[in-house]
Every structure is written in structure tokens, then in C-alpha cells.
T-cell receptor
Framework: NAGVMQNPRHLVRRRGQEARLRCSPM?????VYWYRQLPEEGLKFMVY????????ESGMPKERFSAEFPKEGPSILRIQQVVRGDSAAYFC?????????????FGQGTRLTVV | GENVEQHPSTLSVQEGDSAVIKCTYS??????FPWYKQELGKRPQLIID?????GEKKDQRIAVTLNKTAKHFSLHITETQPEDSAVYFC?????????FGKGTRLHILP
């Protein structure tokens, strides 16, 4: 059973370009969470999704950021018109359900560098 | 909303000694408290978790205690080894999402 798979592992974008980050949850997991981590800092919650539904996007910037988790395929975190401040590691985690006492497992992360 | 405070932010202990990291939270509805270890450049990895129906859980050199009344939980690492050097994050599940503390950078001194 493969773990949570994120790709690409490293992504370089010029200012103004779009970044697309993908996350395939563990087999049997239907809940996905995205977090952003700046160097030497903690994990900041961005968005929580179920298949075809956004459950909680309270941590997502209102502009330029969007996320989806379609019925088929990976979850996508999309950042439009990237700026230098978007440079960070973006981690996704998955869990089998949204029940309050279930564990979540992380992917290896995508390290986005905006130049 | 939910909030979790983690202390200390940095901790240095002599190899072989114990390390304790503490977290406090505000949402009494939280009932799941995981701890993650993150080595440099790697993903956070779940090392131990505790649910609100127990007060303590132990796994070899790692233990976690939970005081729901006081709303705090702690990670204890005994007989520390060099490979324990990492950043440790406490977390909790509140409402629907997992919220993390700011992390503790643990240094194991030779």
C-alpha cells in the first residue's frame, strides 16, 4: 500500500506563473488536507477536502489559491500568479475518514521556489 | 477556533537524558492528539497518538500523557539518542481539521 504521493517533489516557477501541486492519498483514504510550511516554521493549515467537496478552506488565501479533489484523480492545489512569498514546502496529508479520532499521514511534500 | 500552544520552541538535552515537550489547547471538543516528528527536509511522520479516553500511552522510549481537564498533553522521550534530534509537532483534531503546534526543535548533545 503506497503512502501519500505528492508530485512534483520540487517545482520552480517564475513570478506570475501558475503552480500546480498534486496529491494522491493513501489507498482507501477519502480525506485530504493541505498544509504550507515556511523554512524553520510550523505547518499551517490551508484546506481540507473530501472527494468533490471542500470541507474547510479557512486557511487558504482568498485570492490566487484554489484546491480541488475530483471524483477521479489526485487532489490539486493550484496557485495562480505566484509571488516570491509563495515559496514554501506544501504538504498534503490523507486520512480514511473525517472522524475526529483518525490519524492522518503525510506525503513527502512539494518544495515550491518562486524566482 | 482551535488553538494549540507548544513549549519549548527549542530543547537541548544530553544524550541519555529525558526530553519533555508540552502542549496546551483551548477546544474541549478535541479528542485526538497526535505527535509528529520531522527531520530536516523530510515529511512529518506520526510517532505516537492518544485519544481522549486514555490518560497515557507508551511505545518503547516514547510516551504521551493527556490531561483533558487541564487541556494539556505532553510528549516524553526517555534515554534520548542522536537520532531523536528533529522537530517535534504536537497536534489535535478539532472540528474537522488537524491543527499543529509551532514545533519544538530537539537537539541531542553528545
Amino acid at each position: 500500500n503506497a503512502g501519500v504521493m505528492q508530485n512534483p517533489r520540487h517545482l520552480v516557477r517564475r513570478r506570475g506563473q501558475e503552480a500546480r501541486l498534486r496529491c494522491s492519498p493513501m489507498k482507501g483514504h477519502s480525506h485530504v488536507y493541505w498544509y504550507r510550511q515556511l523554512p524553520e516554521e510550523g505547518l499551517k493549515f490551508m484546506v481540507y477536502l473530501q472527494k468533490e467537496n471542500i470541507i474547510d478552506e479557512s486557511g487558504m488565501p482568498k485570492e490566487r489559491f484554489s484546491a480541488e479533489f475530483p471524483k477521479e484523480g489526485p487532489s490539486i492545489l493550484r496557485i495562480q500568479q505566484v509571488v516570491r512569498g509563495d515559496s514554501a514546502a506544501y504538504f498534503c496529508a490523507s486520512s480514511p475518514s473525517g472522524q475526529l479520532n483518525t490519524e492522518a499521514f503525510f506525503g513527502q511534500g512539494t518544495r515550491l521556489t518562486v524566482v | 477556533g482551535e488553538n494549540v500552544e507548544q513549549h519549548p520552541s527549542t530543547l537541548s538535552v544530553q544524550e541519555g537524558d529525558s526530553a519533555v515537550i508540552k502542549c496546551t489547547y483551548s477546544d474541549s471538543a478535541s479528542n485526538y492528539f497526535p505527535w509528529y516528528k520531522q527531520e530536516l527536509g523530510k515529511r512529518p511522520q506520526l510517532i505516537i497518538d492518544i485519544r481522549s479516553n486514555v490518560g497515557e500511552k507508551k511505545d518503547q522510549r516514547i510516551a504521551v500523557t493527556l490531561n483533558k481537564t487541564a487541556k494539556h498533553f505532553s510528549l516524553h522521550i526517555t534515554e534520548t539518542q542522536p537520532e531523536d534530534s528533529a522537530v517535534y509537532f504536537c497536534a489535535l483534531r478539532g472540528d474537522d481539521k488537524i491543527i499543529f503546534g509551532k514545533g519544538t526543535r530537539l537537539h541531542i548533545l553528545p
